[in-house]
C-alpha cells in the first residue's frame, strides 16, 4: 500500500491503523464524533455505490480477482478510467436512473437501478 492510505470500514472490522471506523456507540458521542461518523458513512455509501456500478457494468469484479495486489489494483483504476470515459462519449452506456442520486433539498438517496443488475 501506498504511505498514507487509509481504507473506510464498519464495525465489523478490528481497529487498526490503516482503518477509518466509526466511533462505536457504547456510550454518548460528542457533536464532533457524530458528525465524523456521518461523514465517513456518506464516504462509504458512495464507495459502495461506485463498486456496485462497477460491478453490474464489467464482469472482471463477478469474482474475487486472482491476482497480485498491484495487477488488482491497475484493473480497478483501469476499469474507473474506462467507466468514466464511457460516461463521456457513449449516451448508451448510462441510461437515467441507473446510478444513486441525492434529492439536494431533502438528503433522501434515490437508489439506482444498478443494484438490480447485479
Do not use: Q
Not at 2 to 11: C, E, L, R
Not at 55 to 65: A, D, G, H, L, M
Not at 73 to 100: A, E, Q
Request: overall charge positive; glycine content about 4%.
Amino acid at each position: 500500500m501506498p504511505p498514507n492510505t487509509v481504507f473506510i470500514a464498519d464495525d465489523a472490522f478490528p481497529l487498526k491503523e490503516y482503518l477509518l471506523k466509526p466511533y462505536s456507540h457504547h456510550g454518548p458521542l460528542t457533536i464532533k464524533e457524530r458528525v465524523f461518523n456521518y461523514r465517513l458513512s456518506r464516504a462509504r455509501r458512495i464507495v459502495e455505490n461506485a463498486f456496485g456500478i462497477l460491478v453490474s457494468r464489467f464482469r472482471i469484479f463477478e469474482k474475487p480477482i486472482a491476482l497480485p495486489p498491484e495487477k488488482a489494483d491497475s484493473i480497478v483504476k483501469t476499469t474507473c478510467v474506462l467507466h468514466n470515459w464511457l460516461r463521456m462519449n457513449s449516451s448508451s452506456y448510462l441510461y437515467r436512473g441507473c446510478v444513486d442520486e441525492e434529492d439536494h433539498e431533502n438528503g433522501v438517496i434515490i437508489k439506482g437501478t444498478w443494484r438490480k443488475e447485479i
